[in-house]
């Protein structure tokens, strides 16, 4: 928590708190905002919990999407077509989506997962996006988040393979046709290969998120390092210029991240409901 007379911790940007802290030492507490009481008994009180700052920021952009969504739909339904830069866009990013990953990595009955795939696409990349805005943060940079984003596709991906193949097809293909012996050693890596998949998308998401914004921090605590040294008229302009850099290849991360996780979770619904194993 931000105090007077104290400096605010540049790391706070990408670490999860109940604050958004702002210039001048200022602060947001958005737990106590969103904390209320919701019975009051003689014996007990319950209270919501309350939201944490990147809990905030992904119901932010769960709201956004959707706003985005039924205002582009609209205008789909008014004009025949996508009218205006913005509906382009997400026209495009939708086709690329639907058309480059779920058609390319499903094949046959694609088009079925495809809103769980723009679900997927557009919401991670709205929290990446959000990590770009000074004083906000990314909650992919939080391990809670990317692991709820892979138990998501952990669960659509089997409910997927059970849907399509049934109870007992999916699970005898899981592991292929071998003597039976075999079993007893490939069933329990086929099982953890299962369960391996999803917690590498979410350290994938969470690393590379966090990364970024880590080596940003450091470059600008190099002014500070500096302090009023003639060093700092050098150091400034430097880690100025680098920032800035860096910020321009975090935009591209941002969108590279989005597609990676979403691709990746389209190629394992494609092979739990492929016929062919």
């Known amino acids: 928590m931000a105090g007077e007379g104290s400096q605010v911790n540049p790391m706070e940007h990408s670490l999860d708190s109940d604050e958004f802290h702002f210039p001048g030492n200022s602060a947001f507490n958005v737990h106590e905002w969103t904390s209320e009481k919701v019975f009051g008994g003689p014996d007990v009180d319950l209270y919501f919990p309350g939201l944490t700052k990147f809990m905030f920021i992904e119901l ?4 956004l999407m959707l706003l985005l969504m039924f205002v582009v739909g609209w205008n789909l339904r008014r004009n025949g ?3 205006g830069w913005l509906a382009n866009l997400i026209e495009a990013m939708m086709g690329y989506v639907r058309d480059n990953i779920a058609r390319v990595t499903i094949g046959h009955d694609a088009d079925k997962h495809v809103p769980y795939l723009w679900s997927l696409f557009f919401f991670i990349l709205g929290m990446n996006l959000f990590g770009m805005i000074p004083w906000m943060g990314s909650p992919t940079g939080a391990l809670g988040c990317t692991f709820g984003l892979a138990a998501c596709t952990f669960i659509y991906i089997h409910t997927s ?3 399509a193949k049934g109870p007992v097809g999916y699970v005898a293909g899981i592991v292929p046709k ?3 012996p075999v079993y007893f050693i490939l069933g329990p890596v086929e099982a953890i290969g299962h369960t391996v998949k999803p917690i590498m998308l979410a350290f994938r998401l969470f690393v590379n998120m966090m990364a970024g914004h880590t ?3 450091v470059i600008l605590g190099f002014i500070e390092m500096t302090g009023a040294s003639l060093m700092n008229l050098l150091v400034t302009p430097a880690s100025v210029l680098g920032t800035v850099a860096i910020s321009l290849l975090e935009l591209f991360v941002a969108f590279l991240q989005a597609y ?3 691709f990746l979770s389209s190629l394992f619904i494609g092979d739990a409901v492929s016929h062919h194993h």
């Open 178 to 180: 071998v003597p039976w």
């Open 260 to 262: 990676i996780f979403t």
């Open 161 to 163: 393979g059970i849907i």
């Open 60 to 63: 932010v952009v769960a709201g």
């Open 215 to 217: 080596v940003l921090f």
């Open 81 to 83: 077509y996508a009218k």
